[in-house]
């Protein structure tokens, strides 16, 4: 089976909107995009590097897939990142394939969850999701998700797009990595651990 990776950059308080820029996303009157800006260092960009230097293929909701397009394709030929998005295959949740320009796109389908499904089932790398906030809820709510690399980011943004919404399935987690950077950022890789256990610290 392929592992399905979610891949997400996150305030203290669970947003995920816009961490790139100013104009990636401003649904709801969201004003705080590129907030990861200013906490880069180098040890994030070595994390960073080891993750892309493994076999992976992306899994891309529609509007993340617009802006990866419009960026990637431009980057100078010896970037490594772009080298790299720009050569493996991306599977696209979208409503008008027709549309996908950027060189090796595939549809996932009419139903893309189903489509993630199926991928899952196949043999091949890694499939790696990137940003996408509408379409990894889909993948939470029917549990498709095997893997969290979730960057936490010393911020607080009092709204905006969440990576945990409502709908998404309970469940007890395992941290199976971690690092901190310079600037405080928190770099947590979780896996599933079964259902979540309750207790009571009530005297009897």
């Known amino acids: ?15 995920m909107q816009a961490p790139g ?9 969201f004003r705080f995009g590129g907030w990861t800006f200013h906490y880069w260092d180098e040890m994030m960009g070595k994390v960073m590097d080891e993750s892309f230097g493994k076999p ?12 990866f ?10 970037d490594p990142i ?10 696209v949740a979208t409503s008008s394939p027709t549309t996908l320009s950027w060189k090796n796109s595939e549809w996932l389908g009419e139903d893309a969850v189903a489509g993630v499904a199926k991928l899952k089932q196949q043999d091949g790398p890694d499939l790696l999701i990137q940003g996408s906030s509408q ?18 980011f010393p911020v607080v943004l009092g ?14 987690m395992k941290l199976v990595d971690s690092k901190v950077s310079t600037t405080g950022v928190v770099i947590g890789t979780y896996v599933r651990d079964g259902e979540v256990k309750q207790g009571s610290f009530a005297l009897e």
């Open 69 to 78: 397009a419009a960026h990637w394709p431009r980057v100078p030929e010896d």
């Open 21 to 29: 820029g100013p104009e990636e996303d401003t649904d709801g009157g």
């Open 82 to 91: 772009g080298k790299k998005f720009n050569a493996i295959t991306k599977y």
């Open 135 to 152: 379409f990894v809820q889909a993948l939470l709510k029917n549990d498709l998700i095997d893997e969290y690399k979730l960057w936490t």
């Open 1 to 15: 089976m392929r592992k399905v990776i979610a891949a997400t950059f996150l305030s203290i308080d669970g947003v």
């Open 56 to 67: 992976f293929d992306l899994l891309l909701g529609r509007r993340t897939y617009d802006i």
């Open 159 to 172: 709204g905006g797009k969440r990576l945990f919404g409502e709908g998404s399935l309970s469940g007890a």
